[in-house]
Structures are given as C-alpha cells and as structure tokens.
Nanobody, 118 residues
Framework: QVQLVESGGGLVQPGGSLRLSCAAS????????MGWYRQAPGKERELVAT???????RYSDSAKGRFTISRDNAKNTVYLQMNSLKPEDTAVYYC????????????WGQGTQVTVSS
C-alpha cells in the first residue's frame, strides 16, 4: 500500500524559508511523478509544483522563482524548498504521487501546515 508522509511545516516569518519533505513507501518511486499542492482556508486545493520521474519540473506562477521541487530516488523522498515566504503562502501543503508518472494523482499525503506570519 502506498503511503506518503509529509514533514517540515511550521510557523515562519515573512521572508523566511522552509523545506518540506515527503517520504513515499509502497511504490516504485523512481518512475512516479510527484507533486506538491496546497489548500488555504476557504480556497480550493491548488498546484504548487510537480516533478517527473526524469526530473522535469513545473511550477505555479506564485511558486516560480521562490520554490524549488526536487527528489531523491535513493531515499524515496520529494522536497519542496520554499524561500521568500509570504503570508499568502499560508496553507496546508499536500504531497501527491502519480504511480505511472502521468500526473494522475492517485495518492495523497495527510498534509502539513505552513503558516507565514509575523
């Protein structure tokens, strides 16, 4: 059974940084596409970034230039480095996995809270 466990969320001041991690188990991680989404209170879940099995990346407009998605296939882990954080980045961040690498997200983590506030 596929499991995704996020970590690294917390409270940070505007302009600060956080690195989120998502550890996957139960899948052939190296061929999976991985993604990060977020959901703020009262808003729909939105894409933040994705990374293909071969490392191609894609970002939302709000994440470009500030966030970096990466993966370590040896550790079955995907990361989201978030810099220059803004209050509007406050949300629950979710990790997602597409088993066939086709960006059809079949599995989701439980989410980790990121709060950007002074």
């Amino acid at each position: 059974q596929v499991q995704l466990v996020e970590s690294g969320g917390g409270l940070v001041q505007p302009g600060g940084s956080l690195r989120l991690s998502c550890a996957a188990s139960g899948s052939t991680f190296s061929i999976n596409a991985m993604g990060w989404y977020r959901q703020a209170p009262g808003k729909e879940r939105e894409l933040v970034a994705t990374i293909a099995s071969i490392g191609n990346t894609r970002y939302s407009d709000s994440a470009k230039g500030r966030f970096t998605i990466s993966r370590d296939n040896a550790k079955n882990t995907v990361y989201l480095q978030m810099n220059s954080l803004k209050p509007e980045d406050t949300a629950v961040y979710y990790c997602a996995l597409a088993p066939s690498g086709d960006y059809v997200w079949s599995y989701w983590g439980q989410g980790t809270q990121v709060t950007v506030s002074s």
